[in-house]
């Protein structure tokens, strides 16, 4: 559900509102809409607010934000310079996984986001992102690191931070991809200039 188009991210904030369209509204502390700048080349896009971010209405914070803070520095960038948003807006108790009725009424949020920011690189953090974006069922273990042309933006798919933080294996690997992310926006970035010259 989309519930129109609008004219930047501040509208559709406005729209969203204190939203009830399913029943995470009635359980959820803050919605997190999302963060960062809104003219981004690269977008992150993960699942759902956890405990933490239901408490402070942003999105990627607590120990698995920290991750991806010491994953952006890595390449050079703050969170300031990308946009982070989530498939769903408001927290399902105890972390579950959200529920294929929650995504079709909340999506619609985020595709509408997707558009607006119209990002370079689109990077998808976990299973259910990634398989919400692309559309698939497989598995992150087997996409992630894969470019996908969707649209005008690259997708890349990466472990989410949060499964990384006791994992040594999947934390170099995610340090790996950053590096591809930050190639990958520079590419399409480095290409736009060529192709106005
Ligand atoms: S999860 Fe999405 S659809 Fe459900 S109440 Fe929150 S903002 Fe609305």
Do not use: W
Request: with cysteine; glycine share 12%.
């Amino acid at each position: 559900m989309t519930d129109g188009f609008f004219e930047t991210l501040e509208s559709l904030r406005h729209h969203i509102g204190d939203c009830r369209r399913c029943a995470l509204g009635d359980t959820r502390l803050k919605l997190v809409f999302g963060a960062g700048d809104p003219g981004a080349d690269i977008m992150l896009v993960g699942e759902a607010p956890g405990r933490a971010e239901d408490l402070s209405g942003e999105p990627f914070v607590g120990a698995a934000g920290k991750l991806l803070d010491e994953l952006l520095a890595s390449v050079g960038l703050t969170r300031g310079q990308v946009y982070i948003a989530n498939i769903l807006k408001c927290r399902p108790r105890g972390n579950r996984d959200p529920l294929p009725a929650e995504i079709d009424l909340c999506a619609g949020f985020l595709r509408e986001q997707v558009r607006l920011v119209r990002p370079k690189v689109l990077v998808t953090l976990g299973n259910h992102a990634t398989r919400f974006i692309l559309g698939t069922q497989a598995g992150i273990t087997e996409l992630r690191g894969k470019p996908v042309v969707l649209g005008e933006a690259t997708v890349l798919p990466v472990f989410h931070p949060a499964a990384a933080i006791y994992d040594r294996s999947k934390r170099e690997v995610l340090f790996e991809d950053f590096r591809a992310i930050a190639a990958l926006a520079g590419g399409t970035a480095r290409q736009s200039a060529e192709e106005a010259h």
